[in-house]
Nanobody, 123 residues
Framework: VQLQASGGGLVQAGGSLRLSCQASGRPIMSYSMGWFRQAPGKEREFVAAISPGSLNTSYGDSVKGRFTISRDNNRKRVYLQVNSLKLEDTAIYYC?????????????????WGQGTQVTVSS
């Protein structure tokens, strides 16, 4: 599975973006998908995850109520709607694919990673 994240950019605090992750190669309909982010000097942080059929989602505490993960298995895409952005949301955002069942929060639980898209929030 190859993953390519896009949709990042420079946005003012309080603004919104829609990040997309395009998968290619194997179908992703059987796999859980996740979003992580990494700010300079910090560890990679769990943002959100979604089960194969979209029945289950999970969010990191810092983004609950502001971010929404979704997926379109037919198009092999995963989305992250990010609203009410804060300065501390500035980071590179990565999408990831997990082959095994279940939603997990640790980066080591994911098997494939995209290259990331930069989100910069300004005051």
């Amino acid at each position: 599975v190859q993953l390519q994240a896009s949709g990042g950019g420079l946005v003012q605090a309080g603004g919104s973006l829609r990040l997309s992750c395009q998968a290619s190669g194997r179908p992703i309909m059987s796999y859980s998908m996740g979003w992580f982010r990494q700010a300079p000097g910090k560890e990679r942080e769990f943002v959100a995850a979604i089960s194969p059929g979209s029945l289950n989602t999970s969010y990191g505490d810092s983004v609950k109520g502001r971010f929404t993960i979704s997926r379109d298995n037919n198009r092999k895409r995963v989305y992250l709607q990010v609203n009410s952005l804060k300065l501390e949301d500035t980071a590179i955002y990565y999408c990831a694919c997990r082959i095994a069942r279940g939603l997990v929060f640790e980066p080591t639980g994911y098997d494939y990673w995209g290259q990331g898209t930069q989100v910069t929030v300004s005051s």
